[in-house]
């Protein structure tokens, strides 16, 4: 269904899930990034206190002006039609569509559409919901009536991503020595899986670590002071342990090891 192209800009997305250490810096590059995979006008993400109340330090927008920015924070977020999605079990973990959610009719005559989406010349919406602990996470997408709805390839894209922010959530809650684990121990704890999984050799891990940050293989070749012969025969002895035949399946592989 996807390109490898676009597998490629889904791997660098996820290259930055996973080594990001900053939740509003991950959710702004996130809505940057997806720019050339899926058609957007304007997009935010929320993260909710224990009462499921939106979080201003935890929230990102794109596009929205800060007078509805402010209004969404201090009152529209109580009427978001999306909140019956925080009553879904802890660890719950979804991609949605708006006009899967509730039907037209309901939606257009909701407080949320025509308090929030309507003045700001939104119609069609599509996005993440995830849920841990007591806290959830709200990731939109929104488009314009001119625009059509979030196709079958834009949710397909969502879907993947929205098992990999749910791992990442997950993991990040598990406490280690009093804290909690760092993006940069996540990105690592995925390395390490897949190595134990691909049987990997010391130079074949350093080298898929490599690959999982952009390298090229010759780039690879002049940070590790070897021919680039060699490279290549690491990366094909790599490419076979995995049984994979490119680095966007290596990658798409290795990230989906559960952490």
Same mark, same amino acid.
């Given at each position: 269904m996807l390109k490898e192209s676009e597998w490629d800009t889904i791997n660098t997305i996820l290259l930055e899930l996973y080594t990001c250490g900053d939740t509003i810096k991950l959710a702004e590059k996130m809505l940057f990034s997806l720019k050339p995979l899926i058609s957007f006008t304007k997009g935010y993400f929320v993260q909710t206190d224990e009462i499921n109340v939106a979080a201003p330090k935890r929230s990102w927008f794109l596009g929205f002006? *800060?007078?509805? %920015?402010? @209004?969404?924070? *201090? &009152?529209?977020?109580?009427?978001?039609?999306?909140? &019956?999605?925080?009553?879904?079990?802890?660890?719950?973990?979804?991609?949605?569509?708006?006009?899967? #959610?509730?039907?037209? *009719? &309901?939606?257009?005559?909701?407080?949320?559409?025509?308090?929030?989406?309507?003045?700001?010349?939104?119609?069609?919406?599509?996005? %993440? !919901?995830?849920?841990?602990?007591?806290? @959830?996470? $709200? !990731?939109? #997408?929104? +488009?314009?009536?001119?625009?059509?709805?979030?196709? &079958? +390839?834009?949710?397909? %894209? $969502?879907? %993947?991503?929205?098992?990999?922010? *749910?791992?990442?959530?997950?993991?990040?809650a598990n406490k280690s020595g009093g804290k909690n684990d760092s993006s940069q121990e996540i990105f690592e704890n995925c390395i390490s899986k897949a190595a134990k999984a691909f049987l990997l050799s010391g130079r074949e891990t350093e080298i898929l670590r490599l690959i999982a940050n952009g390298k090229s293989n010759n780039e690879i070749s002049e940070e590790l002071c070897v021919s680039l012969s060699t490279v290549k025969k690491h990366v094909y002895n790599i490419f076979n342990k995995a049984g994979v035949n490119s680095r966007t399946q290596l990658l798409n592989t290795m990230y989906n090891f559960p952490i």
């Amino acid at each position: 269904m996807l390109k490898e192209s676009e597998w490629d800009t889904i791997n660098t997305i996820l290259l930055e899930l996973y080594t990001c250490g900053d939740t509003i810096k991950l959710a702004e590059k996130m809505l940057f990034s997806l720019k050339p995979l899926i058609s957007f006008t304007k997009g935010y993400f929320v993260q909710t206190d224990e009462i499921n109340v939106a979080a201003p330090k935890r929230s990102w927008f794109l596009g929205f002006k *800060e007078s509805q %920015i402010s @209004a969404f924070r *201090e &009152k529209e977020f109580r009427k978001d039609y999306h909140a &019956k999605l925080l009553g879904m079990r802890e660890g719950a973990a979804v991609a949605f569509r708006d006009t899967a #959610l509730m039907d037209e *009719e &309901k939606r257009f005559s909701s407080a949320f559409f025509r308090n929030f989406l309507k003045p700001a010349g939104m119609y069609y919406g599509a996005g %993440i !919901f995830l849920k841990h602990q007591e806290a @959830a996470c $709200l !990731f939109c #997408l929104y +488009r314009e009536k001119e625009a059509v709805d979030f196709s &079958k +390839r834009d949710m397909h %894209i $969502l879907d %993947i991503l929205t098992a990999h922010l *749910e791992n990442i959530v997950s993991s990040a809650a598990n406490k280690s020595g009093g804290k909690n684990d760092s993006s940069q121990e996540i990105f690592e704890n995925c390395i390490s899986k897949a190595a134990k999984a691909f049987l990997l050799s010391g130079r074949e891990t350093e080298i898929l670590r490599l690959i999982a940050n952009g390298k090229s293989n010759n780039e690879i070749s002049e940070e590790l002071c070897v021919s680039l012969s060699t490279v290549k025969k690491h990366v094909y002895n790599i490419f076979n342990k995995a049984g994979v035949n490119s680095r966007t399946q290596l990658l798409n592989t290795m990230y989906n090891f559960p952490i």
